[in-house]
Nanobody, 123 residues
Framework: VQLQASGGGLVQAGGSLRLSCAASGRTFSQYAMGWFRQAPGKEREFVAALSWNGGNKYYGDSVKGRFTVSRDNAKNTVTLQMNTLRPDDTAIYYC?????????????????WGQGTLVTVSS
């Protein structure tokens, strides 16, 4: 599976952005999909994930209630809707795919990474 993330940019605090990840390959619907982020000088952090059928959604504590992850298996895409953005959401956001197909908590294994898209939130 090849992953291509897009939708990053510069936004003011309190604003919204919508990230998309387009996947190639006919087996997309078998993968659990998710998002991670990495801020300058920090470790990569889990953001959100959902199972192959769109169920079992999990979020990192810092984004709960503000971010929503979804997928469209017919279009081979996964989306991260980010609302009420804060300056500490500034990071490179990566989409990821897990061949096990199911997520059972706020974590996921990763078999494939996308290239990342930069989100910058100004105060």
């Amino acid at each position: 599976v090849q992953l291509q993330a897009s939708g990053g940019g510069l936004v003011q605090a309190g604003g919204s952005l919508r990230l998309s990840c387009a996947a190639s390959g006919r087996t997309f619907s078998q993968y659990a999909m998710g998002w991670f982020r990495q801020a300058p000088g920090k470790e990569r952090e889990f953001v959100a994930a959902l199972s192959w059928n769109g169920g079992n959604k999990y979020y990192g504590d810092s984004v709960k209630g503000r971010f929503t992850v979804s997928r469209d298996n017919a279009k081979n895409t996964v989306t991260l809707q980010m609302n009420t953005l804060r300056p500490d959401d500034t990071a490179i956001y990566y989409c990821a795919a897990d061949g096990r197909g199911v997520v059972a908590g706020p974590w996921m294994g990763v078999d494939f990474w996308g290239q990342g898209t930069l989100v910058t939130v100004s105060s």
